[in-house]
């Protein structure tokens, strides 16, 4: 696993880079969400919710790794789901590049998420019936790659992640560190601005941790990299860190 | 930006083929992983499930076909038989009298006279009531017959015992003599009560318009147990005399032509002497008789509605399943970027595939069930074939197979556009 063969992985979009540069990837304005008020016609108007963001405020320049801390339950996920469009909040404004996800349909922001935006789950979320090549191919099936090309961009990710000779491997048949690589590689594939990563250490041993990091690390230096985690080491690389506490932003360092 | 949420449009149609073929690859690639790796289970139940119906479906509907192809009344071994074309009748009441073929007497004799053709006989059928001496009437199946001497079956009775030509007919003029020989099935002997040499007499619709007196025929054999027409009342008697006895003998009427001899020349005398007839080989089957048989097509229609639903039942529920247990796969290629359509086409080819698959495995064991129903019923109960099977069996089971998962599909669809992304990967 090397920083340079992670970074050369991205020379399709080298051109790219330079616009990229001091451009707000990622920015929240005001955001708010209640969980259980989205339900429809057909919920009744006592029906308890859950307010899991309050007027939530913070940008993600590209270049740059932002962590979020907080104990469970402060809105550090919501953060992340909402930045990756799997949901629309209840309030304020989630612009991703300067678009705002709210105001796009559903099958838009499915669009919107696939060709912008890279997630990396703690679980790792591969699917246990494909290779790791499959797994890092599988956002370029919908993106309507071609086979072939998809197979060269998977095996050079997978490279670039030190993962070389385990292309044809099941996820059953790797480690748990190298499966987090294959998400991380997985999350590249479409080659997005912003990254977003819910515990990406969560299930890994330190040293295992730690390569992922760097991984991750290296990741940032061209895009936009919000991670989420209790763990002192993972925060550690982020350029910011900003604390959560029941939904709102209690400290930026 | 705003513009960035939509794909391009230049070079979008090879894009979305590009896509689909992706989509549709990537679920059969999926899909071999779990049934050879993953979870082999319940996909090998799913197709156990569908194969089993299926094979239920084939050897029902061969069974179905037989019963319409065969019968003991045309229980023949010969090479080539000619019927009427069916869409020459007008009628539509089952039951009513179809069709009969024209001038039969006369052509079958040119037709013996074919190279390659050892015999020709017409063959007529005709429902009679005969009554011996001491006995109560009982209705029989007369069957009206060239024999030639050699041995022959027809309807399942051997023909050796008449005697051979026919001397009644006497070149058309229906004056020669009358044999007034039957042979006998062994039921119809047994409910006539009657043995070789008993006389029997004959009373049908037509004898008393054709001379006013009631005929006498003298038993001259009856069958032994083992013929396949043992189970059925049935008579072989002289054409001729059968046409004079029911009026047939008015155009030389027959049900069909039997010929014997090298199937090539046999075809082709055949097609020259009745054009628009149809001609059929022997070991061709015609599923088509299906439709014209009322309790063979009853049968195949109940197997096939029976089919459909376990069928589709299986499928939805197993699936329902499966696609419950598989929500997470789910929640991860809507997180990819897979709108709703392509994971709903996911899971639709996966439950499509499930089924060719079983459908297939269910052809092979519907072949080998086939084989084993007339092996058991050769060994038992009914000499002879009582399950055929046809080419069109493979379309048709797959059909089939594939409508039951058209049926099947919205349950599992329903599990799958229920699946929340945010519940599945947050677990």
């Known amino acids: 696993m090397s920083k340079q063969s992670v970074r050369g992985s991205r020379s399709s979009a080298r051109d790219r880079a330079d616009e990229r540069e001091s451009v707000t990837a990622v920015r929240l304005e005001g955001v708010t969400h209640e969980y259980g008020s989205t339900g429809g016609r057909f919920r009744s108007g006592d029906e308890r919710t859950v307010t899991a963001l309050r007027g939530v405020s913070l940008d993600v320049p590209t270049g740059s790794i932002v962590g979020l801390e907080g104990p469970s339950g402060s809105g550090k996920s919501t953060v992340l789901h909402a930045v990756a469009g799997l949901l629309v909040p209840t309030a304020g404004r989630v612009e991703l590049r300067g678009t705002d996800i709210a105001a796009l349909s559903d099958a838009e922001r499915t669009r919107l998420r ?10 790792f979320h591969l699917l246990p019936s494909l290779s790791a090549r499959a797994n890092v191919a599988l956002p370029l099936v919908q993106a309507g790659v071609p086979r072939a090309a998809r197979r060269d961009r998977a095996t050079t990710l997978l490279e670039a992640v030190g993962l070389g000779d385990r292309t044809t491997h099941l996820p059953s048949e790797l480690s748990g560190g190298e499966r987090q690589r294959v998400a991380i590689a997985r999350a590249l594939s479409t080659d997005p601005d912003v990254i977003v990563a819910d ?47 029941d939904g709102r932003v209690d400290d930026v360092q | 930006m705003s513009n960035e949420a939509a794909d391009p449009p230049v070079d979008a149609e090879p894009r979305r083929r590009t896509r689909w073929r992706g989509v549709v690859g990537l679920t059969l690639s999926r899909w071999w992983r779990r049934a050879t790796r993953t979870t082999k289970g319940r996909i090998a139940s799913t197709v156990a499930a569908v194969a089993l119906t299926i094979a239920l479906l084939v050897v029902v509907t061969g069974i179905a076909l037989a019963l319409a192809d065969g019968g003991m009344a045309t229980a023949d071994d010969a090479d080539v038989r000619i019927t009427p074309e069916e869409s020459g009748t007008l009628s539509s009441v089952d039951g009513v009298e179809g069709p009969r073929l024209g001038s039969t007497n006369e052509r079958a004799a040119a037709i013996r ?34 024999p030639d001497g050699e041995s022959r079956t027809v309807a399942g009775l051997p023909t050796t015992a008449l005697e051979p030509g026919d001397p009644h007919y006497a070149n058309g003029s229906y004056d020669g003599p009358r044999t007034r020989e039957l042979v006998l099935s062994p039921t119809a002997a047994e409910r006539l009560d009657a043995t070789a040499g008993d006389e029997l007499s004959v009373s049908m619709a037509g004898a008393e318009r054709a001379g006013g007196t009631t005929p006498s025929v003298t038993v001259t054999a009856v069958a032994d147990e083992g013929t396949s027409g043992g189970g059925a009342p049935i008579a ?6 059968l046409q004079s006895l029911s009026g047939a003998e008015t155009g030389e009427l027959a049900d069909r032509l039997l010929l014997w001899g ?87 080819v996966s439950t499509g595939i499930t089924t060719v698959v079983g459908s297939i495995i269910g052809l092979g064991l519907g072949m080998a069930g086939i084989v084993a129903v007339n ?52 677990r």
């Open chain 1, 114 to 123: 696939r060709r912008h935006v890279g997630i990396v789950f703690q679980r």
């Open chain 1, 199 to 245: 515990e990406p250490t969560g299930e890994l041993d330190t040293a295992t941790g730690r390569e992922v990091l760097e991984l991750l690390t290296d990741v940032g230096r061209e895009r936009a990299v919000l991670v989420a985690s209790h763990d002192e080491a993972t925060l550690a690389v982020a350029d910011r860190v900003v604390t959560l506490c």
């Open chain 2, 113 to 146: 006279s074919r190279d390659g053709v050892e015999h020709a006989s017409p063959v007529v059928v005709e429902t009679a009531r005969l009554e011996s001496t001491d006995g109560n009437p009982r209705t029989v199946r007369l069957i009206g017959l060239v």
């Open chain 2, 236 to 241: 072989l008697i002289h054409l001729s005399e």
């Open chain 2, 262 to 348: 090298e199937a090539d020349a046999a075809r082709s005398a055949a097609t020259d002497a009745y054009p628009a007839g149809a001609v059929a080989v022997a070991g061709d089957i015609d599923p088509s008789t299906l439709f014209e048989d009322g309790l063979a097509f009853a049968t195949s229609v109940i197997a096939l509605l029976v089919g459909v639903t376990v069928c589709a039942s299986f499928v939805a529920t197993t699936m329902g399943m499966t696609v419950d247990e598989d929500r997470r796969t789910l929640a991860v290629l809507e997180s990819v970027g897979f709108p709703t359509r392509s994971r709903l086409a996911v899971v639709a």
């Open chain 2, 375 to 426: 092996a058991v019923a050769g060994a038992t109960v009914a000499p002879g074939t009582v399950a055929h099977f046809h080419p069109v069996f493979v379309p048709y089971a797959i059909g089939v197979a594939l409508v039951a998962g058209l049926v099947a599909v919205p349950y599992p669809l329903a599990v799958a556009a229920r699946t929340s992304v945010l519940e599945e990967v947050a």
